[in-house]
């Protein structure tokens, strides 16, 4: 092999290591954020409780023309959000709004929390 291909062919070796290197780590690092810890599936475990025994009267049920949802239907409603949008869901869980009663007085923030990471997972 000639020196002036050898030239080019190392340095190009070298960048298809590197770029399928990091296409790996990415890979690696995508799987590892999309399989949640046991801290978090626990504080979704928690976030569903509080969702079962203060959310279902209004949240839950089956709509129809007779019996629409009191409240607005929470399938999905943190799924793919951005940082705003938590903010917003989670202050209108604080506060309350038109017909909902606000909760900072009676959840904790870190029953808030948990009810948030619950919310992640509604779909």
Known sequence: MST?????????????GLIF?????????????????????????RGEAVFSRHCP????????KENPFIG??????????KPEQETAVRE??????????????TLTPAQIEDLMAYLKTYN
């Open 21 to 45: 290197s990091l296409i790996a780590l990415q890979s690696q690092q995508a799987r590892e954020k999309a399989t949640p810890s046991a801290a978090d599936m626990e504080r979704v475990k």
């Open 4 to 16: 002036a291909v050898r030239r080019v062919l190392v340095p190009l070796a070298i960048c298809c």
């Open 72 to 81: 607005k239907n929470l399938r999905g409603i943190l799924k793919n959000v």
């Open 57 to 64: 009267i209004c949240h839950l049920g089956r709509p129809s």
């Open 92 to 105: 209108s869980i604080q506060k309350g709004g038109d017909r909902m009663p606000g909760f900072r007085y």
